[in-house]
């Protein structure tokens, strides 16, 4: 999910896009400068980063790597939602510029894939890693996500979410000087796939459900061995808060609640581990 990271350089053009509450119908060029210097800016940062905390070792001729076995495929998720991510804040960004809804989404989905796919070319010619077609097929699909739910608006009630809360792995591995980036902290992390259930019916017992109130499942997983190989796959069933439903007049609320609506704030939830079932407040 190493494209997560790019969510904190992205999401002050999030909610000004929300804020600005403009009809852009032609290029600002000075919108798209700054849309560009921010993301070659925000892309060199995240490389620099990544060179000093992920990329460090031995290199090797470019190979590849049959991974699916890495922390039960909850790896796969995050590269899934780091691609969905990206290309809404591309789409977003480019938007906000004065780009045509249909080819900003386009170019978010293409900028995406391609920063994803360049990041898996780069593990690929290191020694320790290697280039993994299943990461590269779950950033495909997160890339194409919002893609799809424009060609397909029901797909619209459905959004990936994700939370996280540092593991006792992460936090002793820390505390022992351990070198560690959160982004490979899988036992910490749950994916979520969110649902707006009224569009299914808002007769009934959902006029009564407010509009902003929903349901997710997640998956994590727990009890990796130092190599993130076995462990125990977690599902969650949790409540879950579509806040891009709430009515504000407010521009900036509305596109603050538009940020947050990329992660799964915590709510009363059902876990199920190794056959067993329990209830309280999950991330």
């Known amino acids: 999910m190493k494209a ?5 350089a992205f999401a002050l ?21 700054i849309v560009s210097g921010v993301t070659l800016g925000t892309v060199t940062a995240i490389h620099i980063y990544q060179r000093n905390a992920w990329w460090l070792g031995p290199s090797s001729g470019f190979w590849f790597v049959n991974d699916w076995h890495v922390a039960r495929n909850v790896d796969k998720l995050g590269h899934m939602y780091g691609a969905y991510l990206a290309c809404n804040a591309f789409d977003y960004a480019f938007h906000w510029s004065g780009v045509e809804r249909h080819r900003s989404q386009v ?10 796919l360049y990041v898996e070319t780069e ?14 097929i779950a950033d495909i699909v997160g890339a194409m996500i919002p893609l799809a739910q424009t060609t397909f ?24 000087g351990q070198a560690r980036t959160f982004i490979d902290d899988y036992e910490g992390q749950i994916f979520w796939l969110a649902m707006d ?20 499942v997640g998956a994590g997983v727990h009890n990796l061995n130092s190599s993130h190989g076995g462990g125990d796959l977690v599902l969650y069933v949790s409540l879950d808060y579509n806040l891009r439903r709430i009515e504000t007049a407010s521009n900036f609320l509305r596109g603050l609640f538009s940020v947050l609506d ?22």
């Open 153 to 176: 608006p029901v797909l619209e009630n459905f959004r990936l979410k994700w939370s996280s809360f540092p593991s006792k792995t992460y936090r002793d591995a820390l505390a022992e």
């Open 13 to 33: 053009f999030l909610v000004h896009h929300k804020a600005s509450g403009q009809d852009t119908t032609c290029i600002n060029p000075t919108r798209l400068a």
């Open 4 to 8: 997560t990271s790019i969510l904190l």
């Open 262 to 283: 990329f992660f799964h704030l915590p709510a009363p939830a059902i876990s199920v581990e190794r056959g067993k079932v329990r209830f309280g407040v999950f991330y």
């Open 107 to 116: 170019y978010g989905a293409m900028l995406a894939f391609a920063f994803q």
């Open 197 to 216: 259930p009224h569009f299914i019916s808002r007769d009934g017992f959902m006029k009564v459900v407010p509009a902003w109130l929903g349901l997710s």
């Open 123 to 136: 593990d690929g010619f290191h020694e320790s890693y290697g280039f993994s077609p299943g990461d590269a």
